[in-house]
Structures are given as C-alpha cells and as structure tokens.
C-alpha cells in the first residue's frame, strides 16, 4: 500500500468525511473512535481515557514496521465540547475527560506519531490537529475547549519549528470554520443559560451557512501539497474553495 492513514474521530462529522475523500485511492485507512468508523480498518479506542493511547502508539509502531509506501498521514480530529458549562458548575468527572481529550489526547499521540514515524525512509509524513477559531474567541461554556484548541495551536508552533530543525514531518494546525456536524447540533440543543452564545450558531444553521463536512475535508486535504511553512495553523475559512 502507497499511503498509510489514521484519521482519530473517523466515525463521524469531519472525521468521517476525512475517511471518505481520502486522496489516493489505494491508500489503507485505519479510524480511530469508540463507535465503528465505517469505511475504515477500526481501531476502537476512548481517547479520553489515557490508557487507549498506548493501543495507538502500538497501531503506528507495528503498522509502520517495514513500511515503504509514499505517504504517511496522522490527522487528529475527535474532540468533544461536552460538557458545555460554565467551569465551577460542571460536573467534574466530564469537565476532566474534555480536558485530557482535547488537550492532552492531540499533544500526546502526536508525540507518539513522530516518534514512530522518526525511522522511516524516504516516505512523506503528515501531522494535522484540527483546532478552532474557540483558540482565540471568547465563549463562555466552552472553557476548556477554547483552551485546549489554544494548546493545540502552540503546540504544532513548536513542533513544526522543530521538524523544521529535525524530523521532516508537516506539522499542522487546521481550524475547519463552523461545520455542519453532529457538534454542532449538540450546540444547538444546549440551554443558553450553559452556552449563552447559542444564538449565534442558531442563526448560522438557520441562513444555511454551515460548511458541508465534505467541503471542510477537501480543504484540509489539499492542505498536505500546499507548500505551507511547517507548524502553521490554518483557518479553512481563508483558503480558497
Ligand atoms: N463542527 C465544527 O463546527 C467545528 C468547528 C471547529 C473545530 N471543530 C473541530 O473539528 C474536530 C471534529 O469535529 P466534528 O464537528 O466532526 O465533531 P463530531 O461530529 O462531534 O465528531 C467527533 C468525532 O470525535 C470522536 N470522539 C469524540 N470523543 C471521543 C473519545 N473520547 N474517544 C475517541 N473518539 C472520540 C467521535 O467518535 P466516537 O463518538 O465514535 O468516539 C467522532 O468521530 C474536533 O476536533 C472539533 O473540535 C469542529
């Protein structure tokens, strides 16, 4: 096989619209997810669990063992805003499981992909972290969403800066814009009192201005070939259809 792929959150929204425009056709696509991601050799895993990860650290590892295709590409997009809230009144077993996926689940697995990928020949190599303008606006009942996509986007800063130095994999951040996908219609069901911008997503649903999930994955994989510095962080929002 040419191209070797892991998409995490394969069995839904951009994730799973990820899975099924995959750019080459003979590439091997292994989803990461807890329900079965169709269209995908499934690797069922609970990222916001910490213990899950060693199962995909062992997926690179033995995938990538002896590989000699072209291409090789880890984009990391599950992610969760549950639970919507504001910090101090969320329940606090939930408030830790955003925290560990969003987080630490794209720092940690990304590190467990470079180091993986570190022995490989002469194969191109793709890291892609899906972020969200949540890293820069303010929205209240998206706390540690908002932060962790913020430490998502320092972190492929760093670690395209040091791929640049050392390493040779793309790093890069991808911020997909407000996609038409099942967190957004958790958006849509959350009482304002936890979420008071509701509103606002509401209204974008309502005048048709969601991006179809199949469009944000288009972008995002025309990203891989588009000559971008290494570590850059990039809304889909300025990238021409
Ligand atoms: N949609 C938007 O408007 C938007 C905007 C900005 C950024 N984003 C970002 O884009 C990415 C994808 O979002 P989306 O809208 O496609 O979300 P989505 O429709 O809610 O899908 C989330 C995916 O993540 C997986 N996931 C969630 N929790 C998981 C866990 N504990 N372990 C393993 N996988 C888990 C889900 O699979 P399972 O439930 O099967 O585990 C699902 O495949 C996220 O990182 C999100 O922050 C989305």
Known sequence: MAELVWISGASGGIGRALVDSVP????????????RAPGTEHLAADLADPAAWDEV???FRRELAGFGGDR?????AAGTLEPMGFAGSVDTAAYSRNVVL???APQVLGHMFLRAVAALGGAQRHLVILTSGAARSVYPGWSSYGAAKAAVDQW???VGAEQELRGGTQVLAVAPGTVDTGMQELIRATEADDFPQRQKFVDLHEAGRLTPPA????KTWRLLDAGLDNGSVVDLRDQPG
Do not use: K, L, T, Y
């Open 24 to 35: 080459w056709p003979s590439a091997r696509i292994i989803g990461i997810s807890r329900r």
């Open 57 to 59: 650290d062992a997926s």
């Open 72 to 76: 090789v590409v880890f984009v990391h």
């Open 102 to 104: 969003n987080s630490a």
């Open 156 to 158: 492929v800063r760093n």
């Open 215 to 218: 469009e944000a994955a288009a």
